[in-house]
């Protein structure tokens, strides 16, 4: 079936590091892909997503590639900051059904 | 605009009592879900619906049942809670409204603790 497997956290990195959360996928067809983010208390929040094959999504510094032969759509931001801490999801869409990675945790400390 | 709403945002139940977790979008979107987010294990799906009047069973639904009351609101319940169902529940929508592009939206969640 449909799956998303995405790297384990934690992560904690110093701000203005680069930052690559890396995210792989099993799925049939064309399936959309999706970063959302989840700050402490709340509820996920898209950050960006990608319908096709080469697409790049990005949001507030943050990008990833939709790469079909690889099945990946890796995250990735060029300098870190103390707000980007949260949790990151990569996540799927196959008709009418959402698949999501474990998540992973990021820490960016001063 | 106020996205997806969820009530109650916290609860606690003691083993045996039933309660309902309600949510109401307002995006005009056909599709609902019910999620619980449990420490290192991401979301499982509990139950979605398609459309207005559907309802499926995700990964998780045994203790739940659902109800698509309409387009805008779909409840989740809890029977008989149990220890087991504590956790964080997301409701979320998406729909092929202009801008979302099928995009799932999530609202705040309600914590539940089961004593």
């Known amino acids: 079936g449909d799956s998303v497997t995405q790297m384990e956290g934690p992560v904690t990195l110093s701000e203005e590091a680069f930052l690559t959360i890396n995210c792989t996928y099993t799925?049939?067809?064309?399936?959309?892909l999706f970063w959302y983010v989840q700050y402490p208390g709340e509820g996920l929040q898209l950050l960006l997503k990608?319908?096709?094959?080469?697409d790049k999504g990005s949001n507030k510094g943050f990008e990833a590639t939709y790469r079909k032969e690889t099945t990946s759509f890796h995250l990735e931001k060029g300098s870190v900051q103390v707000s980007d801490s949260a949790v990151y999801f990569c996540?799927?869409?196959?008709?009418?059904?959402?698949?999501f990675g474990t998540g992973t945790s990021l820490t960016v400390i001063p | 605009n106020a996205g997806v709403t969820q009530t109650p945002k916290f609860q606690v139940l003691k083993t045996g009592q039933s309660m309902t977790l309600q949510c109401a979008q307002d995006?005009?979107?056909?599709?609902m879900y019910w999620y619980r987010q449990d420490p290192g294990m991401g979301l499982r799906l509990i139950y979605y619906?398609?459309?207005?009047?559907?309802?499926d069973k995700g990964e998780v639904p045994n203790g739940y049942n659902v109800s698509r009351l309409n387009k805008r609101e779909f409840s989740l319940r809890l029977e008989s809670a149990a220890p087991s169902q504590t956790s964080v529940y997301f409701c979320?929508?998406?729909?092929?409204?202009?801008?979302?592009?099928?995009?799932?939206?999530f609202g705040p969640g309600t914590r539940l603790t089961v004593l």
């Open positions: 979320a929508s998406s729909g092929a409204t202009s801008g979302s592009g099928y995009t799932q939206y």
């Open positions: 799925a049939t067809g064309y399936p959309s």
């Open positions: 990608a319908t096709k094959a080469d």
């Open positions: 996540a799927l869409r196959s008709g009418n059904q959402f698949y």
């Open positions: 995006m005009n979107h056909n599709s």
């Open positions: 619906s398609a459309s207005e009047g559907t309802t």
